[in-house]
């Protein structure tokens, strides 16, 4: 749509009546002549007055177009026009997406400095009227003016975080709606097929792709030290490999400051290293590949707790529980004693259930208030459920529970829950679950995770060690209730206990409560990351449907095309011009022919 600088000039457009006005007013009647002798001079006079007419119109016309495109030059209009080289006042947001592949070196140079570049280039269009946000792998839009993100840009580095470019837009296209100026969103990314996703952005959008081929890559995608804690006698991790190199690497694990040991692994052949004379505490292992084309994900750590197999008393008489305590104890992973009590209320760390006399109920609760337990046993709730998902355990049935109630303000100590409700917790060392271990209350008994779970329950929970955890940078993981604050060489932060944390960089953190380790969370890049592989251009038109898909190098010639406008004014002098010298012409012909 045309606009004008100065639109109250269009008035001027009034003064285009004067020609027809002057015209109207000198108009005049030929005389007529009715003598038959001068016939021939009545034909000449009336072929002479033909002439006339078509030469007053011409310059009717020409005067009326003359004074239009001068009224029109001086109202400053423009058009709509891609390519153009200035732009009215635009809201424009970027992506740049430095997400971990983004330190891929192609041909000796990073993806990162080229997307750089790129967006460098769209900066340098901007004007003090745009409005301009940068959005880079952590979602976060960050407005401000042209010096301002140029400087962000000029100090970026590829971040840990992974960025979903269909949730980026989504994003970009929400704050374009807020602003009344011509919006469009400029993505600039290496498009890595896994990092795209579906997205429908109503505002205009123009997709910048690199020019080179990414490199092939192999990364470390999984660390997995196996059950924890790991025993004197040591331990196995299992490591497993990610890309498309296709190559056979050399792999390198080292607990702590210790010397590595090494194998040799592939993608889709886990590689095993056993470790053995670990003293107990806890340990950092870290894991590293031969150098490639993207260091990031040449790394990965873990954390893993060497200790003694846990003293366990359990009652030969409870079937199930026996039976599985029989297991561990073959593997080394238990031995009979009197450190964790399972079933009832012992000195030390217990696992408590509901006992088979609900006569005793009234007596284990006031066991519990005197131990300083925060929960006690309630109702029986016969209403069947499912377990909510959690890292300690998979969803299970529950066809009977006690309803678990707490004693103490606030309900902290909450490991797992059923429909919201809690169904184990734990306070001060013991350890409450709203079910019996038994295949009438439910399915856990007989489910294949029975085994690992007990392991879990009594040689991490009932000790204090209640989660080890494992995330990549920016993803949200709900630490466990006591915990206050999470350490990183050294460094602590503090966080609330039961809430959502989300880790800025890789590493292996420690979580402790009051200054007493609980648990570790792994933070290590998104193994999708590892894939290079980019989305082909028919994929993006699909998913998005682009304005326009073009390579980094022309970013900045096709920015700011829903702003970009022609100025007519210039040729609309000109047009001014011409009109001028024509009617110049022909009110100069005309006066030669009279």
């Not at 829950?417 to 009438?440: A, H, N």
């Not at 995770?449 to 929970?461: R, S």
């Not at 949200?476 to 206990?497: C, H, I, K, T, Y």
């Amino acid at each position: 749509m045309i606009s004008f600088l100065h639109p109250w000039l269009l008035f001027g457009l009034a003064a285009a009546a004067i020609p027809i006005i002057l015209h109207l007013i000198a108009r005049r009647r030929p005389p007529t002549v009715v003598f038959p002798a001068i016939q021939y001079l009545v034909d000449t006079t009336r072929q002479h007055h033909r002439r006339l007419k078509l030469q007053n119109l011409l310059l009717l016309l020409l005067r009326t177009a003359l004074i239009i495109a001068l009224v029109l030059a001086a109202a400053g209009p423009s058009v709509p026009v891609a390519g153009a080289p200035g732009h009215v006042p635009s809201a424009l947001v970027i992506i740049l997406d430095n997400s971990a592949s983004s330190g891929a070196v192609t041909d000796g140079v990073p993806v990162v400095d080229r997307l750089r570049d790129a967006v460098r280039g769209v900066l340098a269009k901007a004007s003090p009227d745009d409005a301009l946000w940068v959005m880079l792998a952590d979602g976060i839009a960050r407005r401000g003016d042209r010096a301002t993100l140029t400087a962000l840009v000029e100090e970026l580095q590829p971040s840990d975080v992974r960025l979903d470019l269909g949730d980026a837009l989504a994003v970009a296209d929400d704050i374009l709606t807020t602003d009344s100026r011509p919006g469009e969103i400029v993505l600039v990314s290496d498009l890595q097929a896994s990092a795209v996703s579906d997205a429908e952005p109503l505002a205009p959008l123009v997709v910048a792709r690199p020019e080179v081929t990414p490199p092939r890559n192999s990364g470390v995608a999984r660390l997995d030290p196996g059950p924890q804690p790991w025993l004197p006698e040591g331990g196995r991790v299992t490591l497993a490999l990610v890309g498309d190199s296709g190559r056979t690497v050399s792999v390198a694990v080292r607990p702590g400051e210790r010397p590595p040991q090494q194998a040799l692994a592939t993608v889709g052949a886990p590689a095993q290293i056993r470790f053995a004379g670990l003293p107990d505490g806890w340990w950092p292992l870290t894991a590293t590949l031969d150098a490639d084309e993207l260091r990031v994900d040449d790394t990965h750590v873990a954390a893993i707790r060497v200790a003694p197999a846990a003293d366990v008393l359990w009652d030969p008489l409870d079937r199930h529980v026996a039976a599985a305590f029989d297991v561990l104890a073959s593997a080394g992973r238990v031995a009979r004693g009197n450190g964790v009590t399972i079933g009832s209320l012992g000195r030390g760390p217990s696992v408590v259930y509901p006992p088979a006399d609900p006569a005793q109920l009234g007596a284990l609760n006031r066991a519990l208030d005197r131990r300083g337990v925060g929960w006690r046993f309630g109702v029986n709730v016969s209403v069947e459920g499912v377990t909510d998902s959690a890292p300690l355990l998979a969803p299970v049935a529950v066809y009977r529970r006690l309803r678990l109630e707490a004693t103490q303000s606030g309900r902290t100590g909450v490991l797992l829950t059923l429909g919201g409700e809690p169904w184990m917790v734990r306070s001060e060392g013991v350890v409450l679950v709203g079910s019996r271990f038994d295949p009438e209350w439910t399915e856990l008994p007989v489910s294949a995770g029975f085994v690992p779970f007990l392991d879990v329950l009594v040689n991490q929970i009932a000790q204090g060690d209640l989660a080890q955890l494992s995330s990549a940078p920016g993803d949200p993981v709900q630490l466990p209730d006591r915990v206050s604050e999470v350490v990183l060489d050294g460094r602590a932060w503090p966080v609330e206990g039961g809430a959502m944390y989300r880790a800025p960089a890789v590493g292996a953190y420690y979580l402790a409560a009051q200054r007493d380790t609980v648990g570790t969370l792994a933070v290590n890049v998104d193994p999708r990351e590892s894939m290079l592989q980019r989305a082909s251009d028919r994929q993006i038109r699909n998913l998005w449907r682009p304005e326009r898909l073009v390579p980094l190098s022309e970013t900045a010639s096709v920015a700011f095309a829903a702003g970009a406008r022609s100025d007519l004014r210039g040729a609309l002098l000109w047009l001014a011009l011409l009109l001028g010298f024509a009617e110049v012409a022909v009110a100069s012909a005309g006066r030669r022919a009279k």
